[in-house]
Structure formats: C-alpha cells, structure tokens
C-alpha cells in the first residue's frame, strides 16, 4: 500500500488477486496443535468433528437449543441474531458484546478459564469449548442442542414447519 501511494505500483490487480490466493489458501490448512513442546510436530491431516455429537469442555453451565451462526471475526457480529447460538474458532475480549445476543457459545478453542467461560459464565450464557473443527462440521442454520452443563454439542433435525 505504501509503495501504490508513493507511485511504485500504477496496477495493484495482480498482487491482489495473489494475496487472496494466499488467503485461501492459508485457510484452507489445517489448525496448527492447540500445544507442543519444543519444535512443532509435522502437521498430520485435520481430525475434524464429524457426526451429529460432539464432545468438548463444559465451559459455562446452561442447556440451549438454538439455530447456529458460524462466524469467523468479531466484525461479523451484526449477523448474529439474538438466540442463535455462536459458533467460533476462539472468543476473546472482542467477541464479548455478543454473548449478550448469542443463547449459547461454541468455540474450537479454550478451556473452563478461557476469557470466553468466564465472560459466558458472568453473563449466564452456556459454552461449550475446545470442540476442534466445530466451525467446519456446522454451518449457519443448522439447529443444536448446547449443553454447557456436560460439555456436549448435538445437532437436531430441523423443525418442522407448522
């Protein structure tokens, strides 16, 4: 950007066109390990959540059936209904303004004193963390069963319209 501001780059297309293959890219691979010691190990494909029922960290204590809205920046939070049930990778303090919309939180991330229990916990909200890979097998809309009180993450048939 400083170099097109200071005259270097008259056609910015191409390099944009490869920072974004680089972003999807780098999107597309998989979570680095949530820890190691010493050197990284060699990153093995993605075990990601599949099914219908997922197992994680009771994070804050609560049961919530909801529709999901994944989402992937706190920028994203003006889509986020009140009800729904957040699903992210990891809650930090930017994300605290919408637990006071969201029902129910899910992240991939985090542990019982993750900024995102405890936050979940002083605001009444259930969490559930540490699901790896919850943020692919959901999608926006789906409907699920959030028990922050065992830990554990149900999708549900959709209703039935009425």
């Known amino acids: 950007l400083e170099g097109w501001l200071g005259g270097e780059h ?7 066109a490869t920072r974004r293959a680089q972003v999807l890219r780098d999107a597309a691979r998989p979570d680095p390990p949530t820890m190691f010691v010493g050197s990284p190990p060699s990153t093995p494909p993605p075990t990601l959540a599949t099914g219908d029922r997922w197992q994680g960290v009771a994070a804050a204590g609560g049961v919530v059936t909801g529709v999901v809205r994944v989402l992937r920046t706190p920028e994203e939070g003006a889509e986020l209904r009140p009800g729904e049930v957040l699903v992210t990778s990891v809650a930090d303090v930017g994300w605290t303004p919408l637990f006071l919309v969201a029902a129910a939180v899910v992240t991939e991330l985090g542990g019982a ?10 605001y009444g909200v259930p969490t559930v963390a540490n699901i790896q890979g919850i943020t692919r097998a959901l999608r926006t809309g789906d409907r699920v069963r959030v ?3 065992r830990g554990i993450v149900e ?5 039935c319209p009425t």
């Open 147 to 149: 028990d922050g009180d």
């Open 113 to 122: 004193l993750s900024h995102a229990a405890l936050v979940a916990r002083e």
């Open 155 to 159: 999708r549900l048939a959709p209703e």
């Open 10 to 16: 008259a056609e910015l297309r191409g390099l944009v």
